[in-house]
Nanobody, 119 residues
Framework: QVQLVESGGGLVQPGGSLRLSCAASGSIFSINAMGWYRQAPGKQRELVAVISSGGSTNYADSVKGRFTISRDTAKNTVYLQMNSLKPEDTAVYYC?????????????WGQGTQVTVSS
């Protein structure tokens, strides 16, 4: 069983910054990709950013140049630094991690954290 705990969401004014964190715990043997998704009201969940085990990153076009994903392998933690936030970034943000336990692969989701960008 792998559990993900997210933190760092909140209310911020346009142009502001937030940093999200997602820590994984459990009998994890290895972690492959770690990513962040978001879902706004009435919309489908979309990929925001992903980072591979080797450190390569990929971003949605809407957040390129503003958001940065990073990981701390020793802590099984992934971060999302969000700068120059816009009202359209308002959504529930979910982390997603996949990897391997000793005897099986896993893919787990965080509980979600609300990010609201508003003046």
């Amino acid at each position: 069983q792998v559990q993900l705990v997210e933190s760092g969401g909140g209310l911020v004014q346009p142009g502001g910054s937030l940093r999200l964190s997602c820590a994984a715990s459990g009998s994890i043997f290895s972690i492959n990709a770690m990513g962040w998704y978001r879902q706004a009201p009435g919309k489908q969940r979309e990929l925001v950013a992903v980072i591979s085990s080797g450190g390569s990153t990929n971003y949605a076009d809407s957040v390129k140049g503003r958001f940065t994903i990073s990981r701390d392998t020793a802590k099984n933690t992934v971060y999302l630094q969000m700068n120059s936030l816009k009202p359209e970034d308002t959504a529930v943000y979910y982390c997603n991690i996949n990897g391997r336990l000793l005897s099986a692969s896993f893919r787990s989701w965080g509980q979600g954290t609300q990010v609201t960008v508003s003046s």
